[in-house]
């Protein structure tokens, strides 16, 4: 697999899919630019999820997360768009996605967003 920076999300099949269980990760880590300015943004991301018929592969997670490091993007929109991939190539039961980031002009900025499968 590589080690560059990549928007592709990989998965497997869940082994369990007769029950809910939550995954959560945390990414301490992230980064990407204000659109506005240009300056690296950092944030920890979260998310949890119960998975329906795939999980994500941790590696590809790192590389996704990597691959916004340049890109610029406001809060809201990096989020969602974490939240709208995700929920692409898993089809969960629910996902649960937080960017909390850091101090930038003397205010922090944590954004939620909430997916529930339906049906």
Known sequence: MSTKPSKQLGTFANPNPQRDYEIAFEAPEFTCLCPMTGQPDFATIRIRYVPDEKCVELKSLKLY???YRDEGAFHEAVTNRIADDLIRVLE???LFVEGD???RGGISTKV????????
Do not use: A, C, D, T
């Open 65 to 67: 997360l990597w691959s």
């Open 112 to 119: 939620k967003v909430e997916h529930r499968k339906s049906g």
């Open 101 to 103: 980031f850091y101090v």
């Open 92 to 94: 969960p039961r629910y």
